[in-house]
C-alpha cells in the first residue's frame, strides 16, 4: 500500500499512520509506505491512497486510487478503506 503526497511527505505520513490504525483494527497486516508523487509513479502497490486533487496515474499499475478529500476526517479515510477491503475480500 502507499500513501501518495504531492509535494512532500508531510500529508503522506499522517495518512500512513491513520492507514495502519485502521488495517490494524481490521487484524489485516499491510506494508504501508509514504512516498511523493514521482516516486509513486514507478512503486507498485495495491492501493494508492493520496489528496492529489487531479488524476493519478501509477503507470500502468492496476492498483486502486482512492482520493481523500479531507485528510483531518477520519471517517472519510476509513469509509474509503473499509470499501476497498470489501470489494477486494479482505473482509
Do not use: W
Not at 14 to 26: A, C, N, S, V, W
Not at 48 to 59: G, M
Amino acid at each position: 500500500m502507499s500513501v501518495v503526497c504531492s509535494l512532500g511527505l508531510g500529508t503522506s505520513f499522517l495518512l500512513r499512520l491513520q492507514t495502519e490504525q485502521i488495517f490494524k483494527d481490521h487484524g489485516i497486516p499491510a506494508i504501508i509506505q509514504h512516498i511523493d508523487l514521482m516516486t509513486a509513479r514507478s512503486t507498485v502497490s495495491d492501493l494508492y491512497i493520496t489528496t492529489i486533487n487531479h488524476e493519478f496515474d501509477p503507470l500502468g499499475n492496476k492498483g486502486t486510487v482512492v482520493l481523500i478529500e479531507n485528510v483531518l476526517d477520519i471517517d472519510e479515510l476509513k469509509g474509503k478503506i473499509d470499501h476497498f477491503l470489501k470489494e477486494n475480500n479482505y473482509v
